[in-house]
């Protein structure tokens, strides 16, 4: 079993089945997402093994999204898919971070044999698993397996709840987060504290990372429901 990650940004439905179809059956994980923007956020936040690009995408082109993931210290392996009598500048691909390129259409066994390539070799030159334990929003970086999280390049000092909080909210950016699901995930069922804690916290994080902390950028309120991290 290769139980390798994948993530298809592909906007063509028929072609998104038929790839998730295959991928799957071949024992990968396939995540897809269907235009550009989403593709790029789901692949800043990490954890595939590899990324399958459509260049022509609404929203964000696969050149936009490879270059911004790559300003973004997101090294994952990308795979980029031209359409048939596109003229692709492959200079320009390759300055942008892709590492391969397939123009459509193509058979399904090409496709699996590039995308083997891909992660083997990235598994043979992954010294420092530097991109995938990284998330930074405005002037704040946040390093995972160090625990460690700066502001304007200044440590700044979390409690081991606000830190995990902040690591749980990253991991579901855009999602609506209730303070039930925060309570669930975050303190799970080893305290009995109440939603106002999940506030009180909120309320920390913002003051330690938020540029005004009344008037937040990415730890924002849903009204009545909870919160929601945004970049
Ligand atoms: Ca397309």
């Known amino acids: 079993?290769?139980?390798?990650?994948?993530?298809?940004?592909?906007?063509?439905?028929?072609?998104i089945l038929t790839l998730q179809d295959r991928f799957e059956n071949e024992g990968y994980?396939?995540?897809?997402?269907?235009?550009?923007?989403?593709?790029?956020?789901?692949?800043?936040?990490?954890?595939?093994?590899?990324?399958?690009?459509?260049?022509?995408?609404?929203k964000k082109s696969g050149l936009d999204v490879c270059r911004d993931l790559r300003a973004k210290d997101v090294f994952t392996p990308i795979l980029m898919l031209t359409?048939?009598?596109?003229?692709?500048?492959?200079?320009?691909?390759?300055?942008?971070?892709?590492?391969?390129?397939?123009a459509k259409p193509f058979e399904f066994m090409e496709l699996l044999a590039r995308i083997e390539a891909l992660i083997r070799r990235n598994k043979r030159v992954k010294p420092a698993k530097k991109s995938d334990s990284t998330f930074s929003f405005s002037d704040v970086e946040v390093f995972i397996s160090k625990g460690e999280v700066h502001k304007s390049g200044d440590a700044v000092t979390l409690s081991a709840k606000e830190f995990h909080l902040l690591h749980f909210m990253l991991?579901?950016?855009?999602?609506?987060?209730?303070?039930?699901?925060?309570?669930?995930?975050?303190?799970?069922?080893?305290?009995?504290?109440?939603?106002?804690?999940?506030?009180?916290?909120?309320?920390?994080?913002?003051?330690?990372l938020e540029d005004d902390h009344r008037h937040p950028k990415h730890i924002m309120t849903v009204h009545g429901m909870g919160y929601k991290f945004v970049l």
């Open 83 to 102: 359409a048939k009598g596109q003229v692709i500048d492959k200079v320009l691909g390759l300055k942008m971070g892709a590492d391969d390129y397939l």
């Open 171 to 208: 991991q579901h950016q855009g999602e609506l987060l209730t303070r039930e699901r925060l309570l669930d995930e975050v303190w799970g069922y080893d305290s009995t504290p109440t939603t106002r804690t999940v506030d009180v916290h909120v309320a920390w994080l913002r003051q330690k």
């Open 1 to 15: 079993m290769n139980a390798a990650n994948i993530l298809i940004v592909e906007d063509e439905p028929g072609l």
């Open 29 to 58: 994980n396939v995540d897809v997402a269907d235009d550009g923007e989403k593709g790029f956020q789901k692949a800043s936040f990490g954890g595939y093994d590899v990324i399958i690009l459509d260049l022509m995408l609404p």
